[in-house]
C-alpha cells in the first residue's frame, strides 16, 4: 500500500496581527503593537505551499478560524448585538479582546497531533485537537480544530477523531509541535518522539509529560516505538517555547540543536534503541548557538523527502541571511547524510509572530484510500491554489494595527472573508458567527 505525506498548512486569517500574546515567543515580543499585513502574509503562506506542491509533495491546508470569537466575548459576560459587543469590550477589555482576534491558528503544528495508520493498533489514522491551554487565545481553537479535522477527515472506516485532553494546564497539550516520527518510509512502521518540558527560569514550559502519554495512549501506539524525552531549559529559556524551534524529524533524520534535549545522550541511546536506522544530524552550539536557532528559525524548517527519495529542507529566509547559519547548512548539505537541498521561503510576517515554516504545516501520512476519503477541497492543486489567492487579494487588508480591533467594521469584514471561504469551499453555515 502507498503512502503519502501531506503538509496541511494553516491558511493564515484577515486579522493577522501583532498583539504580544504569547509569553516566552521572542518573536512575538518584540513585535508587539507594530503593523502587520494580513494580505502578505497570506500570499506567503500561499507561496510556501505552492513551492511544496512544485517539490512533487502532497499540500492541504486547515481553514482559518472566525476571528473574533464572539462566542468567548459571550461566554464572558459581554451581551448585546455584535457591534455592541466588539465596543464594551474595546473600552473595558482590550487585551481580552485581542484575544479573540487572535489568528494564531494559521500555525497548525499546534492544531494536533496525527498517528497515521501503519502505527496504531486499529489501522486507522488518529488525530488528537491540542488544547493548547498555556496560552487563553489558543485555548480557545480547541473545539473549532475538533470540528475542522472532522469535516476534512470526515470517514469513520479510515479516521478516529479523540477530543482535546481534559485537565487545562496540566494536560497541556501543544500538538505535533512537540512530536516527530522517525520511518524507513511513510507506510513503513513508525518511532514516535513526544518532547515535554519543565519550566525553566524565565519561561514555562507548555507540554506536559502526562499530556503526551495521554496522547499515545489514545492513539494506540506501540510502548516499544514511542520513545518520551525531556527538552532542555536552556533552549526553553532561549525563546524554544515549542521542541519545533530547536529540532524537526522526518524519515531517517533527526535534525535538531546540541542543546535540544535535557540530557542528550540518553535521549539519543532511547531514539536508537526503538529507531535503529535513524540518522542524527546535530548542530553543535560552537557553530550555531541556541540564539542564532532562536532568531533564524534553522530547525523550525520543514525537512521533508521528495518523490527522488532524497530529503529538502524548506527555510525561513532569516535562515539564509544569518552568516553562521546559512555556514552549517551548507556544510550539512555537503556531508554524507539524506539532507541535500535547500529550499528558502519568505515567511516574514509569519516569522514576525514567531512562526517558522514548520509551525504553518502538520504532517499527515495518508494512504492511497485514505487520501480519497478525505475532502478534496482540502488537497490543493494549482487551479485551487489560485482561487484561494484570488479570494485573499479580495478580502485582506494590507496594514492592520492594534486600533483597528476596536473597530466593528473590522470585525464586519473578516466575517465578510469567512463567509466567502465557506461558500468556495462548500462549508455551509460552519463557524460560530454563522449559526
Known sequence: MTHTEFNFDGLIGPTHNYAGLSFGNLASATNKGAASNPRAAALQGLAKMRAAMELGLGQGFLPPQDRPHLKTLRALGFSGADKQIIEKAAKTAPQ?????????????????????????????????????????????????????????????????????????????????????????????????????????????????????????????????????????????????????????????????????????????????????????????????????????????????????????????????????VQAFLEDTVAQNNPINRLVFKNVRESMRNGGGPACLRLRVVLSNEEAIAANQNFLLNDEKISKLESWVNAHYRDRVIPDDLRDPSFMDESFAAMQALTDLLGMGAFYDFQR
Open 96 to 324: 481580552l479582546l485581542a484575544n479573540c482576534y487572535a489568528a494564531s491558528t494559521m500555525w497548525t503544528a499546534n492544531a494536533g497531533t496525527v498517528a497515521p495508520s501503519p502505527d496504531t493498533a486499529d489501522g486507522k489514522v488518529h488525530f488528537t485537537p491540542a488544547n493548547l491551554a498555556a496560552n487563553f487565545h489558543r485555548s480557545i481553537e480547541a473545539d473549532t480544530t475538533a470540528r475542522v479535522l472532522k469535516h476534512i477527515f470526515d470517514s469513520d472506516q479510515h479516521f478516529t477523531h479523540h477530543p482535546p485532553l481534559p485537565g487545562a494546564m496540566h494536560f497541556g497539550d501543544e500538538g505535533a509541535a512537540n512530536h516527530g516520527r522517525l520511518a524507513e518510509g511513510h507506510g513503513k512502521l513508525g518511532v514516535h518522539l513526544f518532547v515535554y518540558g519543565e519550566d525553566g527560569d524565565k519561561f514555562p514550559a507548555r507540554q506536559k509529560k502526562c499530556a503526551s502519554q495521554a496522547v499515545a495512549r489514545n492513539h494506540l501506539l506501540n510502548p516499544d516505538k514511542t520513545v518520551f524525552i525531556q527538552q532542555s531549559k536552556a533552549a526553553l529559556d532561549a525563546g524554544a517555547f515549542h521542541n519545533d524551534v530547536v529540532g524537526v524529524a522526518n524519515g531517517t533524520v533527526l535534525f535538531l540543536h546540541e542543546q535540544s534535549f535535557a540530557d542528550p545522550k540518553a535521549a539519543y541511546e532511547a531514539i536508537r534503541a526503538a529507531a535503529s536506522f535513524v540518522e542524527i544530524v546535530e548542530a553543535p552550539t560552537s557553530k550555531v548557538t541556541l540564539e542564532d536557532a532562536v532568531k533564524s528559525y534553522l530547525f523550525n524548517s520543514q525537512l521533508v523527502t521528495l518523490p527522488g527519495g532524497e530529503m529538502a529542507l524548506i527555510l525561513p529566509k532569516e535562515s539564509e541571511d544569518n552568516p553562521r
